[in-house]
């Protein structure tokens, strides 16, 4: 099984100056099983960043393409919705409002705010069938309505769970937007409550971006004796700032002993998209 890591697009003001065209052309040249997206589609979650984002997804020729979302794109109360009309229309798994809950925002007051859907969280399994096995995308969402930091409520967690045990599987894959064992200046406050939800379902290989560059870590819990691989990808395609690394991944045979990881740069020089390809292992 292959797959095709990318993250931080940015439609919007923050989007590159690149040729898109040229981009697509490179990422189908890749043979993948599945395309993951670890979110920021949008520089603010606006609803024309949302569609502009949502046609470039819809042109990756992926039978599978899995988007999660960010912070920049959960930053207006009707985000939520766009993301699902435009980007991903996954099942969301859902709790009740009568729940207590610590994260902030994950219900509005619909006579207050108008929204057509007041649970702001969107957390989905999907299983995937891949030469006879099956694949389990779970997606998380770490992002908290007009926050730029990280947050994970702890039923949510336990609603997936109960969903996830109702599944067959032969390899579990969790994509967040958040590292959840890296740091930066807007950080996953409560990243442990996401590292145990990893450690109950064995889960090996964890994908995510958010930093804008490449970090590839494996834990090694010797109390549990778990371990699992944490893979964040920097921005496809944005212009945030200087020193974005511009890139997508490539992952080869994924879940076997013959494993293989190809990082792929991307270069704006006078106006001409370039690529340099590395195998990282």
């Not at 609803?47 to 794109?73: P, Q, Y």
């Not at 442990?192 to 290989?205: E, N, R, T």
């Not at 494993?259 to 195998?279: G, T």
Request: proline residues 2%; hydrophobic residues 35%; charged residues 25%.
């Amino acid at each position: 099984m292959n797959i095709l890591h990318i993250s931080d697009l940015h439609f919007g003001p923050r989007h590159w100056d690149g040729d898109d065209k040229i981009l697509l052309e490179m990422i189908n040249s890749f043979d993948a099983d599945i395309v993951i997206n670890t979110g920021d589609n949008t520089t603010d979650g606006l609803e024309d960043e949302c569609a502009e984002a949502g046609r470039f997804l819809k042109a990756i020729k992926c039978k599978n393409v899995i988007s999660t979302w960010g912070n920049h794109d959960k930053r207006n109360m009707r985000s939520h919705e766009f993301f699902r009309k435009y980007i991903d229309n996954s099942e969301i798994i859902s709790i009740s409002e009568t729940i207590k809950t610590r994260k902030k925002n994950i219900f509005l007051n619909r006579e207050i705010t108008k929204v057509n859907e007041n649970f702001t969280d969107i957390n989905f399994i999907k299983p995937i069938s891949i030469n006879g096995k099956t694949v389990l995308i779970i997606s998380i969402d770490t992002n908290e309505l007009y926050n730029d930091n990280g947050y994970v409520e702890k039923e949510i967690l336990n609603a997936v769970s109960k969903e996830i045990e109702q599944i067959e599987y032969d390899l579990p894959l969790l994509i967040t937007h958040y590292s959840i064992l890296g740091t930066d200046e807007c950080p996953l406050t409560n990243s442990a409550d996401l590292i145990d939800f990893v450690q109950k379902h064995k889960i090996q290989y964890v994908f995510c971006g958010h930093t804008h560059e490449l970090e590839i870590m494996r834990t090694n819990d010797q109390y549990h004796g778990f371990s699992f691989t944490h893979f964040m990808c920097g921005s496809l395609s944005s212009s945030n700032h200087p020193k974005d690394d511009n890139m997508f991944l490539y992952y080869e045979n994924v879940g076997s002993d013959d494993m293989h990881l190809h990082l792929i740069r991307i270069f704006l020089e006078m106006d001409k998209v370039h690529f340099k390809q590395e195998k990282v292992f």
